[in-house]
C-alpha cells in the first residue's frame, strides 16, 4: 500500500508540476507579446533620465511596446531623451504631465509602429526640445486639454509627423509661445487643427515644412 501511495503522490506532483510550467510559459508569452493589459502610473512620481520610476529606462521616461494601455497622470518628465514612447501598438494616456527638456535632441512625445498617445488633461512644456510630437506611422490625439507653454521653450518643430495623424479637439488649446516652427510633415500626414488653421499651433519664428502629401485641417 505504502509503494501505491508514494506512486500516486509522485503522479500528482508531476500534474502539478506540468500546470506551473504551462502557468510560466503563458505568463512569458503575454508579457514578450502584450496581452491589452491596462497598467496606471502617477500621483506626483517624478521620472528622470536616471531610470527611477515605473517603465522608464536610461533613454525614456515612459516607454511602453507591445498590446499595452497605459494610464499616465501628475507626473513630471524630466531630462529624458525621449519622455513618452508609445510604439508597436501600446496605447497611453496624459493627464497632468509636465515635460521638462533638456536638450535640442530630446522628443517630448513619441509614437511609431501604430503606437498612439491620448493627451487627456492639460500639461506643460518647458525646456528645449527637438519636436513635442515626433510620429512616426501612430497617432495623437488632444481630448481638450491646455497645454502651457512656460518660458518660451525652444522646440525645433512642434509637430513632427512622418506617415501619422494628429488631432485635437475644439477645446484643445495652447498657452504661451514656442521658439520653432510649427510643424514638419512628411509622408502622407495629416494635422487636424478642427477647422483652425494653422494660427492655433505654437512656433512659427522658422517656417514650417510640409511636402505634397500632406494636409492641415
Not at 496606471?40 to 516607454?63: E, P, R
Request: aromatic share 8%.
Amino acid at each position: 500500500m505504502a509503494r501505491k501511495d508514494d506512486k500516486r503522490k509522485g503522479r500528482t506532483m508531476k500534474k502539478v508540476h506540468a500546470l506551473i510550467i504551462i502557468l510560466l510559459l503563458t505568463y512569458s508569452l503575454n508579457a514578450c507579446g502584450g496581452s491589452d493589459e491596462e497598467i496606471n502610473v502617477g500621483d506626483m512620481f517624478s521620472v528622470a533620465a536616471s531610470g527611477k520610476g515605473a517603465g522608464n529606462n536610461a533613454n525614456n521616461g515612459i516607454a511602453v511596446r507591445g498590446r499595452y494601455k497605459v494610464d499616465v497622470w501628475n507626473l513630471t518628465i524630466q531630462n529624458s531623451a525621449v519622455a513618452v514612447l508609445a510604439r508597436d501598438g501600446a496605447s497611453v494616456s496624459l493627464t497632468n504631465v509636465n515635460f521638462v527638456g533638456a536638450t535640442a535632441t530630446d522628443r517630448l512625445i513619441q509614437v511609431q509602429t501604430k503606437g498612439e498617445v491620448f493627451l487627456m488633461g492639460n500639461s506643460t512644456v518647458s525646456g528645449k526640445a527637438s519636436s513635442f510630437i515626433y510620429a512616426t506611422d501612430g497617432a495623437v490625439e488632444f481630448f481638450n486639454p491646455t497645454v502651457s507653454l512656460v518660458n518660451s521653450p525652444e522646440i525645433t518643430s512642434f509637430f513632427n509627423l512622418r506617415h501619422s495623424f494628429a488631432t485635437f479637439g475644439g477645446s484643445a488649446t495652447f498657452t504661451g509661445s514656442s521658439v520653432g516652427r510649427k510643424y514638419y510633415m512628411v509622408a502622407g500626414s495629416i494635422l487636424q487643427t478642427g477647422g483652425r488653421g494653422e494660427v492655433v499651433i505654437p512656433g512659427g519664428s522658422i517656417a514650417s515644412i510640409k511636402d505634397a502629401s500632406c494636409f492641415v485641417v
